[in-house]
T-cell receptor, first 112, second 115 residues
């Protein structure tokens, strides 16, 4: 059974700092890995999707990498802003295309 | 506008009273899923569907039923709800083409309380 772990569980940084969120998974037979953002009491907003054949994806200040062989992904946030404060979730798709497993998330607080 | 809609958004019910939470997507996606989110347990997949009439269990299917009679709709049925099914429920959909699954799009969530 796939297990997804996110470290740290919580992170507090001053505005402007660059930061890295980590996601690890136990089964490398994946279709893709997706990073989401969730604001308190809200739904999930997709940030980045990395297919299993890809190594990284970038969108604005966000960069996500995938190392399937080691079962790890990182989400890099550059020049953090208070508006980035939210819970960040990673989700792994596999071993079949319908199955999806989420990590417990990292709650990020960016202080002005 | 491309979207996943869920109804109702909030529901308070009593133990044993059958209920259905509807989910609809307008993106012609093949894949649809139901998740529940609980404090300390994260998001867990209940059921998923690969296309019309094709469904499979996720990690926590006990106490739930689903059906996929139309491509756009994927209702979640609780035939005899119990208090431990009190949770925040999300529906999601994604496309599948050429062996690749694309971004999962999530609905706004349904907050269910079973008394």
């Amino acid at each position: 059974k796939q297990e997804v772990t996110q470290i740290p569980a919580a992170l507090s940084v001053p505005e402007g700092e660059n930061l890295v969120l980590n996601c690890s998974f136990t089964d490398s037979a994946i279709y893709n890995l997706q990073w989401f953002r969730q604001d308190p009491g809200k739904g999930l907003t997709s940030l980045l999707l990395i297919q299993s054949s890809q190594r990284e994806q970038t969108s604005g200040r966000l960069n996500a990498s995938l190392d399937k062989s080691s079962g790890r992904s990182t989400l890099y946030i550059a020049a953090s802003q208070p508006g980035d404060s939210a819970t960040y979730l990673c989700a792994v798709r596999g071993p079949n295309a319908g199955k999806s497993t989420f990590g417990d998330g990292t709650t990020l607080t960016v202080k002005p | 506008e491309a979207q996943v809609t869920q109804n109702p958004r909030y529901l308070i019910t009593v133990t044993g009273k059958k209920l259905t939470v509807t989910c609809s997507q307008n993106m012609n996606h093949e894949y649809m899923s139901w998740y529940r989110q609980d404090p300390g347990l994260g998001l867990r997949q209940i059921y998923y569907s690969m296309n019309v009439e094709v469904t499979d269990k996720g990690d926590v299917p006990e106490g739930y039923k689903v059906s996929r009679k139309e491509k756009r709709n994927f209702p979640l049925i609780l035939e005899s709800p119990s208090p431990n099914q009190t949770s925040l429920y999300f529906c999601a959909s994604s496309s599948y083409s050429g062996g690749l699954t694309d971004t999962q799009y999530f609905g706004p969530g349904t907050r269910l309380t079973v008394l």
